[in-house]
């Protein structure tokens, strides 16, 4: 055990109704990266939650470098070497990389009542240098990209002497660029004797940074394998133990489909000349670099953004569309990226924001609300999406992000819209919910519904779509059938613009 850094054993944890962990095991080496994925619900946040003392468990033991210790509270956590980074920083903007990396922790100047920022930036900069980040330590953590605000967040982490770093889904939010850079850091950390925990829902990244992964499922553990010798599908298999969906639904090639959306020489000030149609019972990809226009396509044809010319037509007819208020009057529901803020009321219980897009049905004279009727239209929904959730009385902010996203689905499916704009349908949900996400897709387009769903990961648009658009720099570039879509090409067309500016 003289290279284990941690050791989990028997870890036992419930909450009311929910046994949360149930014998689960962990181990961390020294200078290893270690996965550990799972289904939203497996029990991996509250296992890391354990592990930095922010939960205590009911049962188990927890060793760090072959000694027990027990770890009441983060700031016990901290003082064994174990930091983590959360996928949502909290980095006080208006401060300074050093001031944010030390706070709480300034070295103090001769001058009672002043701080040493001289020393803090000195210390700053050695950390780094360490990672071989070129960054200055005065630099206001407002003017870094997110992928160098994580860097700092890594750098806050050092500052602590942590042998152990735990990073909660790191690439959610990176390009691929900031993404290689990112792996650059934790491979160099690696090899400085640190062991790092990396939970990521992105299956794929799991070859490039892992050594070993370590599985779990519905509070249980289920096995660690390395990762050189194990395939990403028998992973798969592991986290959700069911088939998993991935087939797109076919469609008919005959041109006698309805169309029943389409766009014509969009403009706005990111927008320019975009036009395009959607039919009846079809899947069209969005496909892009990030910055290439596709949400604002989408906020221009559901009425949040202003349309400076074009022209849209729903089923043949055209129509204004002013408003979100006025796109779902016509049938179109968009259900956003960051369904957080723009698609759900995360104060309110399910069976509300179900209703939310058609909630004057559900309003009687003199304005009593048809309580009875709400709450038989979200056991529906809940029973059709199969939404994981102790009752429709559960507030959404309790849910795990896919099944929040299937509340948002839901409440479009109530409205009953002929027309989805799906944007990053699956950003941040586990592979088995992704799974029943690309099923509930694939079931709506065979039910006739016209689905446009923008992605930024192309083995989902080349799964899913029935053709795919591709933008660069407000544009479309190029249109694809399934059939002749390869990520290459994809990419040919994302970068067309760029390489004729350049």
Known sequence: MSDTLVLMEGIDKAFPGVQALNQCKFELKAGEVHALVGENGAGKSTLVKVLTGVVRPDAGRIFCKGREVH???????????????????????????AEKVFIGREPRARIPGFLDDAEINRKTRELLEMINLDLDPRTRVSELTVAMQQMVEIIKALSFNSEVLIMDEPTAALTDNEIDDLFRIIRKLRDQGVGIIYISHRLEELKQISDRVTVMRDGCYIDTVSTADTEISQIIKMMVGREVYHTAAEISDDDSNEIL???????????????FSVKKGEILGFAGLVGAGRTEVARLIFGADSLESGEILVHGKAVRIRSPQDAVANGI?????DRKQYGLVLGLDVANNVVMAD????????????????????????????????????????LSGGNQQKVVIGKWLVKNCDILIFDEPTRGIDVGAKSEIYKLLN???????????????????????????????????????QSEATQERIMEFATSRMKLSG
């Not at 770890?71 to 401060?95: C, D, T, V, Y």
């Not at 529901?333 to 990226?337: A, D, K, P, Q, V």
């Open 359 to 398: 909630f004057p049905k559900y309003l009687s004279f003199p304005g009593w609300v048809k309580t009875d009727k709400i709450a038989e239209t979200a056991e529906s929904i809940v029973d059709q999406l199969q939404i994981k959730t102790p009752s429709i009385k559960q507030k959404v902010k309790n």
């Open 261 to 275: 959306l389409e766009v014509r020489n969009l403009k706005s000030r990111r927008v320019h000349d975009v036009s």
């Open 443 to 481: 079931d709506l387009a065979t039910e006739g519904k016209a689905i446009i769903m923008i992605s930024s990961e192309l083995p989902e648009i080349l799964r899913m779509s029935h053709r795919i658009v591709v933008m660069c720099e407000g544009r479309i570039t190029g249109e694809l059938l």
């Open 333 to 337: 529901g968009y259900l956003s990226e």
């Open 71 to 97: 770890i009441p509270n983060p700031r016990a956590a901290q003082k064994l070497g174990i930091s983590i980074i959360f996928q949502e920083f909290n980095l006080m903007p208006h401060l300074t990389i």
